[in-house]
């Protein structure tokens, strides 16, 4: 017989699996790229600007919508790329905030240019 122990524990391993897992939804997913969308051009100007507050507003709005699109099973490409592609994407997003509060305008500018070119691998890898 099991005990509650163990019935606790497949309980608890269940529930870490959901955790985990977040089923692909489309209409999510196109706020989160419109959102992406209208964002890059302002952080773009903000970072050859040097407007630091603005820049760190933009990449803060960018990476909240990628973090929550980042359990998802993409419809192409290979889930484990997926998750490294954005692991990747949230950590440039981050060290873009960290120039910002460096004041360091050549950080910032590079934290932008490698968050264009996730993008465009994660195009050419993930989008249906
Ligand atoms: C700032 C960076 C990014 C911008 C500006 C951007 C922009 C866009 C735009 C405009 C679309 C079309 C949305 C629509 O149909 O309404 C799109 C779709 C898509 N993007 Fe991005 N994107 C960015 C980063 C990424 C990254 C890093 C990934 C993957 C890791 C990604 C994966 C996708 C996928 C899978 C779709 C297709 C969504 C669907 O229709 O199912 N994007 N993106």
Redesign the pocket.
Known sequence: MRSWKSGFVAVLMAAVSVAAFAE?D?AT??E???N??A??PKLSAAADAARYMEAAGDLLS?ATG?YSIKDYT????DKAA?DQ??TA?LATAFRGLAACADQNQAGLKAAVAE??R??N???A????
Do not use: D, E, S
Not at 125 to 128: I, K
């Open positions: 692909y489309k997913m196109q989160v790229m419109q992406n969308l964002n890059l960018i990628m993409p419809l192409k490409g997926w592609t954005i994407f968050l264009v996730l993008r691998l994660g195009h890898a993930f989008r249906p």
